[in-house]
C-alpha cells in the first residue's frame, strides 16, 4: 500500500514569497495532520483536518494557512515567507487519530 | 501545557551494546505515548503505541515500556541499522471535535558502531 505522500521533495524560496505544499494520505485516512521540524527539534504542531474541517492549529502566525480536499488530500500554504521558515515540514496521515503516519517531509530553504 | 524532555540527546553504543532511551512527559491526561524512528532527512516512522501504566510492546530489538512519568526504549543487542534518530510524543485527553495533536520530545541521535 502506498505511505503518505507529500510534494514537492525540496523547495528554494525568497523572502516575502509565498509556498504551498501537498499532501495526499494514505487510502482510507480521513485526517490529516501538518508539522514543521525544524533541525536538531522534534515536529511541532501547525494544523490538524478530518472530513474537510480544521480541528484544530498550533502556535503558529496567521500567514500559515492549509486546506483539505474532497479527497482528503490537503494543502499547507505559507505567505510572506521569513528566513526562519525554513524547516523540514511533515503531513501526517490516520484514521482514527491515535496513530499518525508521516510521509518523507517537504524540505523548504528560504534566502 | 503537555511537555515532553527526551535523554540523552545523543548516545553512541558499540554493537550488542544493549541500552536505553528515556522519555520523560507531562499531560493533562495521557491518550497515548507514541515512538517513532526517524532517518535523515526523512519523516518519522511509527514504532510503537502504549496507552496506560504497565503496558509494553516489542518490536525485534526494540522493546518500548510506560510508567505514570515516563517512558523507556530499550534497545537489545543493536546493529548498525539501527542508527536513527528516536523520537517520542504523547497525545493528551482532548474535548470531542479538537485537535488530536501530538507533542514531541526533541529526540534521542543513536549511533550503533559496528
Known amino acids: 500500500d502506498a505511505g503518505v505522500t507529500q510534494s514537492p521533495t525540496h523547495l528554494i524560496k525568497t523572502r516575502g514569497q509565498h509556498v504551498t505544499l501537498r499532501c495526499s494520505p494514505i487510502?482510507?485516512?480521513?485526517?490529516v495532520s501538518w508539522y514543521q521540524q525544524v533541525l536538531g527539534q522534534g515536529p511541532q504542531f501547525i494544523f490538524q483536518y478530518y472530513e474537510k474541517e480544521e480541528r484544530g492549529r498550533g502556535n503558529f502566525p496567521d500567514r500559515f494557512s492549509a486546506r483539505q480536499f474532497p479527497n482528503y488530500s490537503s494543502e499547507l500554504n505559507v505567505n510572506a515567507l521569513l528566513l526562519g521558515d525554513s524547516a523540514l515540514y511533515l503531513c501526517?496521515?490516520?484514521?482514527?487519530?491515535?496513530?499518525?503516519?508521516f510521509g518523507p517531509g517537504t524540505r523548504l530553504t528560504v534566502t | 501545557e503537555d511537555q515532553v524532555t527526551q535523554s540523552p540527546e545523543a548516545l553512541r553504543l558499540q554493537e550488542g551494546e544493549s541500552s536505553s532511551l528515556n522519555c520523560s512527559y507531562t499531560?493533562?491526561?495521557?491518550?497515548?505515548l507514541f515512538w517513532y524512528r526517524q532517518d535523515p532527512g526523512k519523516g518519522p516512522e511509527f514504532l510503537f503505541t502504549l496507552y496506560s501504566a504497565g503496558e509494553e510492546k516489542e518490536k525485534e530489538r526494540l522493546k518500548a515500556t510506560l510508567t505514570k512519568k515516563e517512558s523507556f526504549l530499550h534497545i537489545t543487542a543493536p546493529k548498525p541499522e539501527d542508527s536513527a534518530t528516536y523520537l517520542c510524543?504523547?497525545?493528551?485527553?482532548?474535548?470531542?471535535?479538537?485537535?488530536?495533536?501530538?507533542?514531541f520530545g526533541s529526540g534521542t541521535q543513536l549511533t550503533v558502531l559496528p
Open positions: 501526517a496521515s490516520s484514521w482514527n487519530s491515535y496513530e499518525q503516519y
Open positions: 499531560v493533562s491526561g495521557l491518550r497515548g
Open positions: 510524543a504523547v497525545r493528551a485527553f482532548q474535548q470531542p471535535g479538537s485537535a488530536r495533536q501530538l507533542t
Open positions: 487510502s482510507g485516512h480521513k485526517s
